[in-house]
């Protein structure tokens, strides 16, 4: 069965600090991979995205991913993370037989400034 | 733009009753997603339709039924409305099952409260 795992359910970092998230999927077929960051208050928002390619993705706001494979891992990363990045941020698995989109349990990213 | 529209932002219902939660999308989309999300939880799949009248159970269909007679309209219904449903429902659709097909787009929201 097709499922997604986040490490970190709740991190906090200074500003300026980096920021590695970790996800990690079971599916052994051909999937499309997502980050979503949600700020407090507001909606989903898509930061970035994977589906074939070079395996190292940029997003909005100075986010990039990394999929390996082989690790079945596509884990979330910032050099520098601002106190406006506080947010809860989920990774997304879609089957790519079906489409079935499937969420981790998300990660709480607090930034103190 | 795709646009995924809830019937409604808010809701209240009384323990028992049956509840519609309604889903439309303006896109022509094959996949259509019912989620709960729950704090510490993250999103959790109840359903998913990828054609009309064809669905999926998710990881947490128990309590729930969807109906998918149209291809844009996606509904969730609760059966026999319980407290532990008190939930943020989002619906989603995508394209379709390919590549940047998959990619979803998400509606605004039901918070539901069962009293």
């Known amino acids: 069965a097709q499922s997604v795992s986040q490490h970190n359910h709740h991190v906090i970092l200074s500003e300026a600090a980096s920021l590695e998230l970790g996800c990690n999927y079971s599916y052994g077929g051909t999937v499309n991979l997502f980050w979503y960051v949600q700020y407090p208050g507001q909606h989903l928002q898509l930061l970035l995205k994977?589906?074939?390619?070079?395996?190292l993705v940029k997003g909005i706001k100075g986010f990039e991913a990394e999929f390996i494979k082989s690790k079945f891992s596509f884990n979330l990363r910032k050099p520098s993370v601002q106190w406006s990045d506080t947010a809860e941020y989920f990774c997304a698995v879609a089957s790519g037989n079906t489409g079935k989109l499937i969420f981790g349990q998300g990660t709480t990213l607090q930034v103190k400034p | 733009d795709v646009k995924v529209t809830q019937s409604s932002r808010y809701l209240v219902k009384r323990t028992g009753e049956k509840v519609f939660l309604e889903c439309v999308q303006d896109?022509?989309?094959?996949?259509m997603f019912w989620y709960r999300q729950d704090p510490g939880l993250g999103l959790r799949l109840i359903y998913f339709s990828y054609d009309v009248k064809m669905k999926e159970k998710g990881d947490i269909p128990e309590g729930y039924s969807v109906s998918r007679e149209k291809k844009e309209r996606f509904s969730l219904i609760l059966e026999s409305a319980s407290t532990n449903q008190t939930s943020m429902y989002l619906c989603?659709?995508?394209?379709?099952?390919?590549?940047?097909?998959?990619?979803?787009?998400f509606g605004q929201g039901t918070r539901l409260t069962v009293v």
């Open positions: 896109m022509d989309h094959e996949n």
């Open positions: 994977y589906f074939s390619g070079d395996p």
């Open positions: 989603a659709s995508s394209l379709g099952t390919t590549g940047s097909n998959t990619e979803a787009f």
